[in-house]
C-alpha cells in the first residue's frame, strides 16, 4: 500500500514534461548513471595516458557500462522495470547484481593486465565501492543513484583536470541534477544529497588509498 502510494505521488509530481519539469526530466535523462559510465571511462583513460588509455577506458566503458545498460534495456522491453531510472526501488537489486559482476570482471582484468592507467583501476575500484555502499542502502531506502555518480564522476575528473575549477563546476551540476530528481518527484532532499556525500566520499576514499 505504502508503494503504491509513493508511485501514485510521484506520477503526480512528475507533471507534464513542460517548463521546468521538462528541464528537469532532461536533465534525469541527459546526466543517468548509464549515461556516465559509458562516458566516462574513455576521457579518464585519454586524460591519463592519451589515446592508449583511451581504448583501455572504451573496454571498461563497454563492460561495466555497456552490461548493466543492456540489462536494464532487456527488462523494460520485458516490463518487469518501469523505466531504465528504475524508480521502482525494489526492482533494483538484479540490475545491481548484473553491475557488480561487469565491475568485478572488469577489475580482474585490469590488475591482471600491464600497462592500464593506474587511473582507470581506480575508478574501477570507485564503481565496486558505489555498489558495496548503495547496495545495501538501496534495498531499504531510495537513495539517489543519478547524485550519487555524479557527484563521484566530478571526484574522479577532479584528479585528472584542475581539480579547483572541476569542483566548482561540478557541485553546481551536481546540485542541478539532484533539483532535477526532486521536482519530479523520483527523490526527496534527503536522498538526493546523501547520494552526492556517498558517491563523493567513496570517490575521494578509494582516490585517496590508492594513491592516485
Not at 566516462?40 to 592519451?50: H, M, R, S, T
Not at 571526484?155 to 581539480?163: E, I
Request: charged share 10%; aromatic share 6%.
Amino acid at each position: 500500500m505504502a508503494d503504491q502510494v509513493v508511485a501514485g505521488v510521484e506520477a503526480v509530481g512528475a507533471g507534464p514534461r513542460t517548463g521546468l519539469n521538462g528541464f528537469a526530466w532532461a536533465v534525469t535523462e541527459v546526466f543517468a548513471p548509464q549515461n556516465l559510465m559509458l562516458s566516462l571511462p574513455p576521457v579518464v583513460g585519454a586524460l591519463a595516458a592519451g589515446w592508449a588509455g583511451a581504448a583501455w577506458g572504451a573496454g571498461v566503458s563497454a563492460v561495466c557500462g555497456g552490461v548493466p545498460a543492456a540489462v536494464i534495456a532487456v527488462g523494460v522491453w520485458r516490463g518487469r522495470l518501469d523505466s531504465r531510472h528504475i524508480v521502482e526501488r525494489r526492482s533494483r537489486f538484479k540490475p545491481m547484481l548484473a553491475a557488480l559482476a561487469a565491475v568485478l570482471v572488469t577489475l580482474l582484468v585490469l590488475v591482471l593486465a600491464d600497462g592500464e592507467p593506474v587511473e582507470l583501476t581506480a575508478m574501477v575500484v570507485v564503481m565496486l565501492g558505489w555498489l558495496a555502499v548503495l547496495g545495501p542502502i538501496t534495498l531499504l531506502w531510495k537513495i539517489s543513484f543519478h547524485t550519487s555518480t555524479a557527484a563521484g564522476v566530478v571526484v574522479v575528473l577532479a584528479y585528472v583536470l584542475p581539480a579547483v575549477v572541476t569542483l566548482a563546476v561540478g557541485a553546481v551540476l551536481v546540485a542541478v541534477i539532484g533539483w532535477a530528481r526532486v521536482r519530479i518527484s523520483h527523490h526527496t532532499l534527503a536522498q538526493a544529497v546523501a547520494g552526492a556525500a556517498a558517491g563523493a566520499g567513496v570517490a575521494w576514499a578509494v582516490f585517496t588509498a590508492m594513491g592516485v
